[in-house]
């Protein structure tokens, strides 16, 4: 089974930048995601970007512009730069496996994520 473990994240003023890693325990899948949760109740959980072996990314309309991910195969780790943060970027970051570049359910088991507040 694999597991994936978060980091990265942090306390950051609006405009700043964090970089969060996902680290998968076995093998890398061939799609990984990165998701998010607001703390809002009801908030469900949203796909923010997502990345192909091959390094095809898909990004939601939120993030597109202000967020990268990439990924290092041989270290089986999948990366998000973000930038230019936003008060509404607040949530915890998970990463999963994805179905496809669109998937926002995510399919392998969810890590405990890393928590992004951003502050105005």
């Known amino acids: 089974q694999v597991l994936f473990v978060e980091s990265g994240g942090g306390l950051v003023q609006a405009g700043g930048s964090l970089r969060l890693s996902c680290a998968a325990s076995?093998?890398?899948?061939?799609?990984v995601g990165w998701y998010r949760q607001a703390p809002a109740p009801g908030k469900q959980r949203e796909l923010v970007a997502s990345i192909t072996s091959g390094g095809s990314t898909h990004y939601s309309d939120v993030v597109k512009g202000r967020f990268t991910i990439s990924r290092d195969n041989a270290k089986k780790t999948v990366f998000l730069q973000m930038n230019n943060l936003k008060p509404e970027d607040t949530s915890v970051y998970y990463c999963?496996?994805?179905?496809?570049?669109?998937?926002?359910?995510?399919?392998?088991?969810w890590g405990q994520g890393t928590q992004v507040t951003v502050s105005s």
């Open positions: 076995g093998s890398l899948f061939e799609i």
């Open positions: 999963n496996a994805a179905r496809n570049l669109y998937d926002s359910s995510g399919f392998a088991s």
